[in-house]
């Protein structure tokens, strides 16, 4: 029992050796992965986020052909395509979202597409980050099952652009 707790006090030092050190402890001013909350404002309704991702927008990649139908060295853009938003939050008693997937689902869509803007903050709520989105609509709203009391909306966008 003497050699076990010896052994566990020795690990215990070197870890706190360790720390001491700096070699363990991580560099709180140097994180490049601040903790980030998101505000988004879509047809006037404005909510906060705790994350979202999938700001962005991809081509596909082609190969270059040449007249006489030859694959050139070169690859070329293709279709471009919008990611979708997928952003979750604490569920709150506002049901504004599911009103407005309710639109979609009922096959009453028409005028139910709006422009909308993400700005996300930093710990401070300094302004880090900002985009804009074209033609945006609920693609789907679903209760996390993953994390009890979250709820997770994935909205798909016409066009997407980083202002800041």
Request: charged fraction near 20%; proline fraction near 5%; include cysteine.
């Amino acid at each position: 029992m003497k050699t076990t707790s010896r052994f566990i006090s020795i690990l215990l030092g070197a870890v706190v050796v360790s720390s001491a050190s700096g070699g363990a402890v991580e560099n709180v001013t140097d994180n490049p992965a601040p903790l980030v909350y998101y505000e988004f404002n879509a047809g006037g309704v404005t909510t906060y986020f705790t994350d979202c991702k999938g700001m962005g927008s991809q081509n596909e990649v082609e190969q270059r052909v040449s007249p006489r139908g030859e694959f050139l060295p070169s690859k070329i853009p293709g279709r471009l395509s919008v990611k979708n938003l997928t952003c979750s939050k604490g569920l709150t008693k506002s049901m504004d979202f599911w009103t407005w997937r309710q639109q979609f689902v009922n096959g009453r869509s028409g005028r139910s597409r709006v422009d909308a803007t993400l700005i996300a903050y930093d710990q401070a709520m300094t302004p880090i980050a900002e985009w804009s989105f074209g033609g945006v609509w609920p693609a789907s709203i679903d209760f996390n099952e993953t994390t009890p009391g979250k709820e997770t909306i994935v909205f798909a966008a016409d066009q997407v652009q980083r202002l800041r």
